[in-house]
């Protein structure tokens, strides 16, 4: 089974996996790991190769991190230096639904399951104040 590694600022990673479980039930293989005030970025680094060693039984690993630029972000980006793996940032729970759903299709690849979350994520962006002025619009 494809593994699961949310990274994030302080406890998002940790509320992405709650709401994911009200959804889809209790997950296996996937990890979460929160970036804290005073941890230092070598030592978050670490972490992170460590859980997607632990992840990883040879079916590959998808990371979602919370947002491009912030210092997960930036750690991640120096984790794939080291070990590649499909890592998508601005993660949202389409993406992540998107993932657990077809994490254990055998007919698609990691890199296949990787673009459908990216897919997911940005369908799953709307201004929702303009849909319900189009449902009220067609029922006027």
Do not use: W
Not at 22 to 27: K, N, Y
Not at 29 to 52: N, R
Not at 57 to 83: N, Q, R, Y
């Amino acid at each position: 089974m494809i593994g699961i590694l949310i990274i994030s600022h302080g406890d998002f990673a940790r509320g992405m996996l709650s709401a994911a479980e009200l959804i889809s039930g209790e997950q296996e293989k996937l990890e979460v790991l929160g970036l804290y005030p005073g941890d230092s970025p070598e030592d978050f680094e670490q972490k992170i190769l460590a859980t997607l060693k632990k992840l990883d039984d040879g079916d590959g690993v998808i990371g979602f991190v919370d947002f491009l630029g912030g210092s997960p972000a930036s750690t991640a980006m120096k984790v794939l230096k080291e070990k590649l793996f499909p890592c998508i940032t601005g993660a949202n729970m389409p993406m992540l639904t998107e993932a657990l759903l077809d994490r254990e299709d055998p007919g698609l690849t990691l890199d296949q399951i990787a673009a459908q979350c990216v897919t997911a994520g940005a369908e799953g962006m709307t201004r929702l104040d303009e849909v319900v002025k189009n449902i009220i619009a067609k029922n006027a």
